[in-house]
């Protein structure tokens, strides 16, 4: 972006009051240009000496709105067909004091694709008063929530203590904990680490189960219709004979003891590792009739009562124990009534119950009148509702079940008493109730706490779904609000990010983790990126101004925990039952141990970065070249496979050499190592001119990775037209040097690069024994063996001591110093999917997308024979480009066949030829921010006309049909 585009530009805005309209002013600042799209924050202030109720804004943008928050589109008073829009404020930032100022964020696409106009013209509107909408989320985007809901359960997966099934998914995660109990004389092993720690809460363990089940018992399709019902199960026995341990029982079945706690905080959170290498002592906590607990044995009860609805249909003798437990826990908590912190001071730092007992006592109630069906408990739970109702300025939590009780009270019920607690706690979270409202983050996160903030957003957003289907939605309010919350945790804010680990758009990768991050010299600095991958982990979240540090240091924000994803991966359900999404990738697939480093990119922040961004981003990687002087970015729109990114290098005009070409920098691999085979993929844009020749990643080595001396390396070079071969350098001190450049062409043909094309690159590396002529180099291009060079020379006498020690990316035009070398115009690369192995990598066969044009290849072969067609073609007229019809699941050759709507006014019936093997979606919208589905149809059988019809349409309606082949 040029320098004059980051200059805020002052324009004339309306401003709309209770007393007559006064001109007022707004900043734009111009914060980030994509190429085709940009995105800017606008700053509101009210320049009078009088407050305003709201404010009013248009805005000529040159391209449509993809994407807006804390604002809202005036659809009446808009035109988008000429990109002329009035854009005004929501129901909570439209009130603003003399002197006091608002923002909110919009992403443009320009219509000429050019990027941010020079300047941006607003003018004043009508002053009528403002009809604010509810409160908006962040940019609307769509996501695969069975993609998120496997990896929320994936999560659990990695807190799991004690001795692991055979065949466990999660291959850097062991047995840990086995003498957990002992101290006591009783087996306590199993259950889950709480956090990022390893010590085992009862209290926050117990609910999250509960919230867990909940959402099965709710949306059991929502787990059954992705594949992951058998999932939750196994993580729900697991918390269930893990409760079932810790309950002591006399012999006519009454509660004796329940051990609330193993390990002590302290001295756990003393020690910075993996669970599996503990050594410090767990002690284990109990409460019994003289020490008691009713809010963790209540809590206990209605989890072991809960998880027995979800296992029910399928295991009835299992589920009916598990409610025999819940019930001596019950009657334990109800006669034997106390606090348990108090009676495990171990605990209290931790997880002090600041909410009492009286709320568990309800909620557990509640849970066993929902899985015996026996009116008694209902009872029992409406006897002690009246010591709870009546709060709403908080949160359902680990601690306090008030709310959580109302919303379950209410559906289970349906008294007045309970939909009006339920509904005065949510309009807290939604409108507002007696002047207070949660506050608000400028990109629409409700923003209740600073410590997780998220996991109080989506459990709140868990309850309004539940509400929202069961009881009331007034408006629609809270089933927006909710799955506004958990858009926003999954990409859908002013940054774009994602805030769980392994999933979307620059997602988390150092929350705060021992088993995550791995250190195995106990500091939480060392390694500077965690060595796994957390799949699934919800972060605490962002600060009150949608701000986010990825530093697992800072546990407020990168924090995460069972309670942050139990409310969150039930949502994740109940938006994956509306949705249909189905699972898309394998993400979980186990780590191969003979892999020494593995990149594909996909979790790094998407576009450019400078030394401090990347460096920490590449295992002991302490210098760089290329991002400070803006030659490296992480881009999107091209990938080796079917999505995430890519590493982007401009080489510029004139450049040559590495000081000003292309990027390098060192990868450590933990060595020494003497052989070792690594992989990437390559592709140079459509138009690269290779010039004479330039260098291309391999590996390097010295004595060690922290000691160079003897360094070599032996990298890649591509030259003229894009031929390949190895480049050696061998080390300085050799007494025999076997020269530097070797073709790959001993194969029976010449390896050679073609622009526009996706390679797979392996190079096999095995050094000699000093003075022995007995080392090895090998290629393989795009899986096909192209160069062997047996009896190779790395090292001798005086260099014996060198390795292979690290990965080396190096890439820039040049061979020489000589200017006919230089690039002749500004060229890019892109580089993907690195891994280094101690055993043959392999071709992973052609990339889906070898030529990068967004349609895959097998679709254009099947429609066209070859992959040549361009995605903005239109081949059979129908005014729907190839990537359109892709898209849509119709045929481009075909003008017949193509996605139509027949709106009929009258009654607004959508009228849509279908197809054969194709899902449907129709959605409303009033802002074309936020949209609601309506109904949804497919995979259908065979062709078919489809109707939708929506008889609550507003004055300004917009519908959209989404169309999909599973």
């Known amino acids: 972006m040029s320098s004059d585009l980051r200059k805020p530009i002052t324009i004339a805005l309306a401003a709309v009051f209770l007393t007559p309209a006064l001109a007022q002013t707004a900043s734009i600042s111009l914060d980030d240009d994509y190429g085709d799209s940009y995105k800017a924050t606008v700053t509101v202030t009210n320049d009078s000496a009088s407050p305003i109720s709201g404010w009013r804004v248009r805005m000529q943008l040159g391209g449509p709105i993809r994407s807006l ?83 929320s359960l994936w999560f659990y997966d990695a807190q799991r203590s004690g001795e692991l099934p055979d065949g466990f998914r999660i291959p850097w995660r062991g047995d840990a904990g086995l003498s957990d109990g002992a101290d006591v004389g009783i087996d306590l092993t199993g259950g889950f680490h709480d956090a990022g720690d390893h010590v085992k809460f009862g209290l926050p363990m117990a609910f999250s189960m509960t919230m867990l089940a909940w959402g099965a018992v709710e949306y059991p399709d929502g787990f059954s219709g992705c594949g992951e019902l058998d999932e939750l199960r196994s993580v729900l026995r697991w918390g269930a004979d893990y409760l079932k341990r810790c ?64 296992i029910a249909p399928e295991s009835p003798a299992e589920a009916a124990e598990l409610i025999d437990h819940a019930t001596a826990l019950y009657e334990f908590a109800d006669l034997h009534r106390g606090v348990y912190s108090d009676s495990i001071p171990a605990a209290a730092p931790f997880y002090r119950s600041w909410s009492g007992y009286q709320d568990e006592l309800v909620w557990a109630a509640a849970w066993l009148y929902r899985a015996t069906g026996d009116p008694a408990w209902l009872d029992r739970a409406k006897a002690t509702y009246p010591a709870i109702s009546g709060s709403y300025d908080w949160g359902l939590s680990w601690d306090d079940k008030r709310y959580g009780c109302y919303v379950l009270m209410a559906v289970l019920d349906g008294g007045e008493t309970y939909r009006a607690d339920a509904a005065r706690w949510l309009d807290f979270w939604t409108i507002g109730h007696a002047e207070a409202r949660v506050p608000y983050t400028p990109g629409g996160l409700a923003y209740l706490d600073a410590w997780g903030s998220l ?132 993400f979980d697939q186990p780590e191969d141990p003979t892999i020494v480093f593995r990149e594909n990119i996909d979790t790094f922040p998407t576009g450019a970065h400078t030394d401090d961004t990347w460096i920490p981003l590449w295992p002991g990687t302490k210098w760089a070249n290329g991002p400070d002087e803006g030659r490296v970015e992480i881009d999107e729109s091209i990938v080796a496979g079917d999505f995430g990114k890519s590493v982007r290098v401009l080489y510029p005009q004139g450049g040559q050499q590495s000081a000003n070409s292309g990027a390098q920098w060192f990868t450590d691999l933990g ?25 291309l990643p391999g590996l390097g080595g010295a004595v060690s990775f922290e000691d160079r001396t003897h360094e070599w390396s032996g990298r890649l070079m591509w030259r003229e037209n894009g031929k390949v071969e190895f480049y050696i350098h061998v080390p300085s001190d050799n007494l025999y040097d076997p020269g530097d450049r070797f073709w790959w062409n001993t194969e029976g043909f010449q390896a050679t690069l073609v622009p526009g094309r996706w390679h797979h690159i392996e190079l ?97 072969v ?41 709106l009929s006014p009258d009654d607004l019936r959508i009228s849509l030829n279908a197809k054969a093997g194709r899902r449907y979606w129709l959605e409303r919208s009033e802002n074309l921010r936020t949209w609601t589905l309506l109904r949804s149809h497919g995979p259908l059988a065979t062709d078919a006309a ?21």
């Open 247 to 310: 309950h002591v029982r006399n012999p006519d079945g009454s509660t004796d003891v329940f051990y609330g706690q193993v390990g002590d905080g302290s001295l756990d959170h003393a020690w910075w590792g993996p669970p599996e290498s503990m050594v410090m002592a767990r002690p284990s906590f109990k409460i019994d009739a003289t020490s008691p607990g009713s809010d963790l044995a209540a809590e206990s009860a209605a989890a072991l009562a809960s998880i027995a609805m979800v």
């Open 862 to 902: 099947l429609h066209f024979g070859n992959t040549d067609s361009r995605a903005d073609g239109d081949p059979d007229g129908d005014g729907q480009s190839n990537l359109d019809e892709h898209d849509g699941g119709t045929d481009p050759l075909d003008a017949s066949d193509r996605t139509s709507l027949l």
């Open 764 to 860: 096999r590396l095995r050094l000699n024994a000093p003075g022995q002529f007995d080392g090895l180099m090998e290629g393989w291009f795009d899986g096909v063996k192209a160069a062997s060079y047996p009896g190779f020379y790395f090292r001798d006498a005086p260099t014996a001591d060198a390795t292979i020690a690290w990965m080396f990316f190096s890439t820039f035009f040049g061979g020489s110093s000589s200017s006919i070398w230089q690039a002749t115009k500004d060229e890019h690369a892109r580089f993907d999917g690195f891994v280094v192995s101690r055993q043959r990598i392999g071709y992973p066969g052609p990339p889906p997308d070898a030529d990068g044009d967004r349609l895959p290849d097998a679709w254009e």
């Open 455 to 586: 996991r109080y957003a989506t459990t709140a957003a868990f309850c309004a779904f539940v509400h929202a289907d069961h009881v009331a939605d007034p408006d629609g309010r809270y089933s927006t609000f909710a799955k506004a919350q958990i858009d926003y945790a999954l990409g859908s804010n002013p940054d774009r990010r994602s805030f769980v680990c392994g999933f979307g758009r620059n997602p988390p990768v150092n929350p705060h983790h021992r088993a995550a991050h791995a250190s195995e010299t106990g500091d939480i600095l060392d390694p500077v990126t965690n060595t796994h991958v957390l799949y699934g982990a919800l972060v605490g979240g962002p600060g009150p101004d949608d701000s986010y540090d990825d530093d697992r240091s800072n546990f407020q924000q990168s924090e995460v925990a069972l309670d942050y994803n139990a409310a969150f991966t039930a949502a994740l359900a109940r938006l994956r039952s509306v949705s249909g999404d189905m699972v898309s990738d394998t």
């Open 69 to 151: 928050w804390k604002a809202e589109v005036e659809s009446g008073e808009s035109d988008p067909d000429s990109f002329d829009f009035a854009i005004r404020n929501l129901s909570y930032n439209g009130s603003l004091a003399a002197g006091e100022s608002t923002t909110f964020g919009l992403i443009v696409d320009p219509d000429n694709g050019t990027g941010p106009p020079s300047t941006l013209t607003a003018e004043a509107l009508s002053s009528d008063p403002v009809d604010p909408g509810d409160p908006g989320g962040g940019p609307d985007e769509s996501f695969n929530y069975a993609d998120a809901l496997r990896r």
């Open 671 to 695: 060595g020494p190592h003497e052989e070792l085979y690594m992989s990437y993929w390559v592709r140079f844009d459509e138009d690269f001119d290779f010039v004479l020749g330039g260098k």
């Open 946 to 966: 489809l109707d939708f019809e929506d008889s609550e349409q507003g004055a300004a309606t917009f519908y959209r049909v989404r169309t999909a082949r599973p």
